[in-house]
């Protein structure tokens, strides 16, 4: 089949894209402690999820959603589904974060697991589904889409990720752009019979981490669509209602300057927020962090909790194995990033080296 989306960048969308990159480049120079990080980023988490369900008719509210994911609260009578909605999504948006560490093509599977994360809390891949499924107007009951048949989801989901692989390994559009197309086909495919939104925008996060757009993960687009449902189910709405008439060929430019517009007012209000904070703290550290790598910088916040760390703890904060923990642990040694305090091979255990203790 192959995948070749229609669309233009109007002008008031490449001015978008210029002030996107305007704010990424003004926070990665901001002088960040990785405490003030690791609060931001929590922060975002939450939003994130509170408002990716909220799209999805889940009742709980920011406060509640907090209280479920960090304080571990449950049992509201009547509320179980949602708070386990937010688990998942919760676990799924960190599951995110993690697999772009890795910096590896986007993978089938990956887009499944992540799936079997939103809706069962596991990291198992979902199959597409079996049949045909309809989206219908819960007041009307009237069809409002109509999905490609189930046979042709597998190679549409195909056509997708190599679509996008090559897109972002020959840049073949900014990357918000290639970031709202890979939300907006998903949608259009529905390769499920439920859960396809919340991972179309788990997608959509997936793709910005892997390209630099991720902002240590301290900013939530999900805010955005939720503030403005009206405008985005217009937004993504484009074309026939039916995928086989006019569906699949629609020329998606409103849905990507739709999209644009929202990330650049997330990156903006992130901006403002980090400035006024950041410059609330002293001392300015923000050249020691920047010669960190992503997974060093992700390894601070282990050292705020205790001065001596193993490679199992770093394997669990990294999402990655036990194995591959000692590798690194081994490589940053060399590196001069850790000092080995504790020899032995049975009970190895590390410490910052004295450079890096003024960054915890």
């Not at 999504?89 to 887009?111: G, K, N």
């Not at 955005?224 to 006019?246: C, D, F, R, T, V």
């Amino acid at each position: 089949m192959g995948f070749e989306p229609r669309f233009q960048i109007t002008g008031e969308t490449a001015q978008a894209l210029m002030r996107i990159t305007q704010a990424k480049v003004a926070l990665e120079n901001l002088p960040v402690t990785p405490q003030l990080l690791r609060s931001l980023r929590q922060s975002a988490r939450l939003l994130a999820t509170h408002h990716s369900t909220q799209i999805e008719g889940n009742r709980l509210t920011a406060a509640e959603v907090e209280d479920v994911i960090l304080n571990q609260q449950s049992g509201t009578p009547g509320r179980e589904r949602d708070e386990t909605e937010v688990r998942n999504y919760y676990r799924a948006l960190e599951h995110v974060e993690s697999l772009a560490e890795r910096w590896e093509p986007l993978t089938e599977r990956d887009i499944r697991v992540i799936h079997g994360l939103v809706m069962k809390g596991q990291g198992r891949p979902t199959p597409f589904r079996d049949g045909q499924n309809v989206i219908k107007d819960s007041g009307t009951n009237a069809i409002v889409y109509l999905p490609p048949e189930h046979t042709d989801v597998p190679e549409l989901m195909k056509d997708l990720v190599a679509w996008l692989n090559e897109a972002l390994d020959n840049e073949l559009s900014p990357v918000p752009v290639i970031a709202a197309i890979a939300h907006y086909q998903f949608a259009t495919i529905h390769p499920y019979y439920d859960g396809n939104g919340r991972t179309a925008r788990l997608l959509t996060n997936l793709v910005l981490h892997r390209s630099d757009y991720g902002l240590k993960g301290i900013y939530s687009l999900e805010e955005y669509y939720a503030k403005n449902l009206g405008a985005y189910y217009a937004a993504i709405s484009i074309g026939e209602h039916n995928y086989y008439m006019g569906r699949a060929e629609a020329d998606i430019t409103p849905f990507i300057s739709y999209f644009v517009a929202g990330m650049r007012d997330a990156f903006e209000r992130v901006q403002q927020e980090a400035e006024k904070l950041s410059y609330q703290k002293t001392p300015d550290r923000s050249k020691e962090l920047r010669e960190l790598r992503p997974q060093q910088r992700q390894a601070l916040a282990l050292f705020e909790k205790s001065k001596i760390i193993t490679s199992m703890e770093l394997a669990e904060t990294l999402a990655i194995s036990s194995r591959r923990a000692r590798e690194v642990c081994k490589q940053w040694v060399s590196d001069g990033f850790l000092e080995i305090e504790n020899p032995s091979n049975k009970a190895r255990s590390y410490r910052l080296a004295d450079k890096w203790e003024s960054l915890v």
